[in-house]
């Protein structure tokens, strides 16, 4: 029989070796584990091992230009004639850096020729989604509300302007001397509220005749998009004779004259 001590020391021995192993193990895989520092995090792996979706980008767009100022003068006295001040009157807004307006009062023979000006910068609150993609739904939505007809096919359209072409230099969408093209309503004279092709990344325009107790009153919207920007002209007419229509030709070339003004603000 082996004396009490030497057992004793064998077993404290082999229970240290047992230990120090266990040890070493935990050590090796603490190492080569994927954790919090490994490979998978500096790659965007979420801790289950899940790809993560990087944040969309932000709008091109961070400010809005000052709306009081953004139109000519010879523009706000063509088209707000007789105005008690051309300086505007500017929308009351929370942050003018998301959203901007101004208004101009004027008079014409039929009645008040009224302009207003809007401006809004948007800013989508979800990181997967990019601002200008936000801007994109919201002008939809706004189109679909006003319940513009969808554009005409690239092959119509064609077809039409071919059917309706007229010498050279006369077709409403050739650069004038100055370079900018020219503004009609359309080659065949509709006043009907439609889709634009020639104001920023999205457009159109819409019209609407309204009869009150004093008189007549027609409103012209002219909605567009440029990037994360939504931007909105109306220009209104009253007549206070119920037997004259405010004629729609004019009030939608100078809506449409006033909002690519506001682009060319935007381009800048």
């Not at 014409?108 to 910068?121: A, K, M, P, S, V």
């Not at 093209?181 to 065949?188: D, E, G, N, Q």
Request: aromatic share 4%; charged share 25%.
């Amino acid at each position: 029989m082996q004396p009490t001590g030497d057992r004793e020391h064998r077993v404290r021995g082999l229970v240290a070796a047992v230990c120090t192993t266990a040890l070493a193990a935990a050590a090796l895989a603490g190492c080569t584990g994927s954790g919090g520092t490994g490979d998978g995090a500096r790659n965007g792996d979420t801790a289950d091992g899940r790809q993560s979706t990087p944040a969309a980008p932000p709008g091109r767009y961070r400010v809005l230009p000052e709306p009081c100022g953004a139109l000519a003068p010879g523009t706000l006295e063509k088209f707000v004639p007789e105005a008690d001040d051309y300086a505007g009157e500017a929308t009351v807004t929370f942050d003018t850096d998301r959203k901007a307006g101004c208004r101009w009062t004027g008079r014409t023979e039929l009645g008040n020729r009224y302009l207003h000006i809007d401006l809004e910068r948007v800013v989508s609150y979800d990181t997967s989604v990019s601002d200008e993609s936000q801007a994109t739904a919201d002008y939809d939505s706004r189109a679909a509300e006003a319940h513009i007809p969808a554009a005409t096919a690239p092959a119509d359209a064609a077809a039409s302007a071919s059917a309706t072409a007229g010498p050279p230099g006369a077709e409403s969408g050739n650069p004038t001397a100055s370079g900018a093209p020219s503004l009609s309503v359309t080659a065949t004279g509709d006043t009907s509220p439609r889709t634009l092709d020639d104001l920023g990344d999205g457009a159109f325009l819409d019209d609407v005749l309204e009869t009150q107790d004093s008189g007549l009153h027609r409103d012209i919207a002219v909605v567009f998009r440029m990037a994360n920007v939504l931007v909105t002209v109306e220009l209104s007419q009253w007549s206070t004779d119920k037997s004259v229509e405010p004629p729609s030709e004019e009030l939608q070339l100078g809506a449409r004259q006033v909002a690519a003004e506001l682009a060319d603000q935007l381009d800048e």
